[in-house]
């Protein structure tokens, strides 16, 4: 049984989240502020974190930082702030998702369980022979998910790691930012493309000597993304 963890504040929120995932077959624990959840997340073996972004004590950006340093499972954060620049901020500090309130809670189950089945996808392929994609200096180590630059490892976030394979797999084929999103987080965009550009944006500044002028990741302009090789 999979366990979730949820940072909330918001008891009737916290109580329906939590429902409805333990009506999915989901283990589920609830904390109530910052620092609570924060350590919680570090000392045990969660599976997925649901992650308020207003909390008492310390916010869900600095969890979420603090955790993507130690831990890669996947961090979903919710909010009833509905700007860009906070999905954008969210996305940064490596969360892995980002919901904006009111939402269904079957909306959010389903993206629950789409970010599990994705991450055990990743863990049983561990077990194959390492598969290795060399392109101009980036060398993608796609079993044991390492990236090095001319030499230099690079630490990627999950669905970061995902999207650059996924572009190098499929050199000089132009995707729409929908098309990825439905490739990398396995559900339709419903208007989140803004993901897929905050990805990539984190990306070039890893792999790219000069993001103005991209060498690797080539944004087509009206329709999307490529990787040239």
């Not at 910052?34 to 649901?50: Q, R, V």
């Not at 396995?186 to 990805?199: C, L, N, Y």
């Amino acid at each position: 049984m999979s366990r979730v963890l949820i940072v909330e504040d918001e008891e009737i929120i916290a109580e329906l989240e939590k429902d409805y995932l333990e009506l999915s077959g989901f283990e589920v624990d609830v904390l109530p502020d910052g620092e609570a959840g924060l350590k919680a997340a570090l000392d045990n073996n969660y599976d997925i974190c649901i992650l308020d972004v207003m909390l008492p004590g310390i916010d869900g950006y600095e969890i979420c930082r603090q955790v993507r340093e130690v831990k890669n499972m996947p961090i979903i954060m919710v909010s009833a702030k509905k700007e860009d620049i906070d999905k954008i901020r969210g996305l940064g500090v490596g969360a892995d998702d980002y919901m904006t309130k009111p939402f269904s809670p079957s909306e959010l189950v389903a993206r629950v369980k789409a970010h599990l089945a994705r991450y055990d996808r990743l863990v049983s392929s561990a077990k194959e022979a390492n598969e290795i994609i060399e392109i101009r200096g980036i060398k993608i180590d796609k079993t044991a998910r390492r990236v090095f630059v001319n030499g230099e490892e690079k630490i990627f976030t999950t669905k970061e790691f995902d999207l650059l394979t996924f572009l190098a797999s499929n050199p000089n084929h132009v995707f729409t930012k929908d098309e990825l999103f439905k490739e990398i987080w396995d559900m339709e965009s419903i208007g989140d493309i803004a993901t897929v550009t905050v990805h990539i944006k984190k990306i070039r500044e890893k792999i790219e000597y000069d993001t103005s002028k991209p060498q690797y990741i080539e944004t087509i302009w009206g329709v999307g993304y490529r990787f040239k090789m």
